[in-house]
């Protein structure tokens, strides 16, 4: 449930302190629209909808070699697939930051996001799964 406008909610990297080989991976922008971005050799992002403050929403981000980068908002996709090639870390740790992208994220290949600016609400859950999920699951 958001309460500021704007926002890293998803940020990733393979450094504890947000650096290395890093990304906001969803967020929103300085106009409330949710953002779903993958990297590939360059940030590929997907414009979800616009939100509106105080409510809440039901956000998936996918991504599988067959279809690409996803965004569901409250079950349904929000766009046409993007990107289905991804370049992800070659280390076995990788740290996923929710809310924040830590304070040197600044480094990191931004896309449309701004990793440096945290995330203002509440989030409710969160999962990662190892399979791509549907708009049924």
Request: contains cysteine; negative net charge; aromatic residues 8%.
């Amino acid at each position: 449930m958001p309460q500021s406008l704007s926002g890293t909610l998803v940020h990733v990297s393979n450094a504890s302190d947000g650096t290395g080989w890093c990304t906001p991976f969803m967020g929103l922008t300085a106009n409330l629209s949710l953002v779903a971005q993958v990297f590939n050799g360059t940030i590929q992002s997907l414009l979800g909808p616009s939100i509106s403050l105080n409510t809440w929403y039901h956000v998936v981000q996918t991504w599988s070699p067959t279809n690409g980068l996803r965004l569901y908002v409250n079950r349904q996709m929000r766009n046409l697939p993007l990107a289905t090639t991804f370049t992800a870390s070659n280390e076995s740790i990788t740290y996923v930051t929710l809310g924040n992208g830590l304070p040197s994220s600044e480094i990191c290949p931004q896309g449309i996001l701004n990793s440096t600016i945290p995330f203002t609400g509440a989030i409710d859950d969160f999962r990662v799964y190892s399979r791509e999920l549907t708009s049924v699951d």
